[in-house]
């Protein structure tokens, strides 16, 4: 499995940024995958999930309604579309998958990208 994020950036507030995740390895339209991001000195937070076999997505209220997960099957690419950022989404942004379940508690994943600064100011 691999997964190999894209899109890092320094944006402003109130701007917009989009996420890539390119994956291989596994059958990526019948998976589980998330994004979750770490803001510094602080834990790991689950942003966005996604399975990718239903479409169906899970946010926390931190992000609903600013941040949409989608996929490309014919890519095996995930995307992270941030729009209305503010200064607290900065963060190191990771994509992640582990298997069928699907949702936004960090033990779900199991395979992790390097991750993707995103900075808002």
């Known amino acids: 499995v691999q997964l190999v994020e894209s899109g890092r950036g320094l944006v402003q507030p109130g701007g917009s940024l989009r996420l890539s995740c390119s994956t291989s390895?596994?059958?990526?339209?019948?998976?589980?995958m998330g994004w979750i991001r770490q803001a510094p000195g602080k834990g790991r937070e689950g942003v966005a999930a996604?399975?990718?076999?239903?479409?169906?997505?899970y946010y926390p209220i931190s992000v609903k309604g600013r941040f949409t997960i989608s996929q490309d099957n014919a890519k095996n690419t995930l995307y992270l579309h941030m729009n209305s950022l503010k200064p607290e989404d900065t963060a190191m942004y990771y994509c992640?998958?582990?298997?069928?379940?699907?949702?936004?508690?960090?033990?779900?994943?199991?395979?992790w990208g390097q991750g993707t600064q995103v900075t808002v100011s």
């Open positions: 390895g596994f059958t990526f339209d019948d998976y589980a």
């Open positions: 992640a998958t582990g298997g069928q379940s699907c949702g936004l508690t960090l033990d779900l994943y199991n395979y």
């Open positions: 996604i399975y990718t076999g239903s479409g169906s997505t």
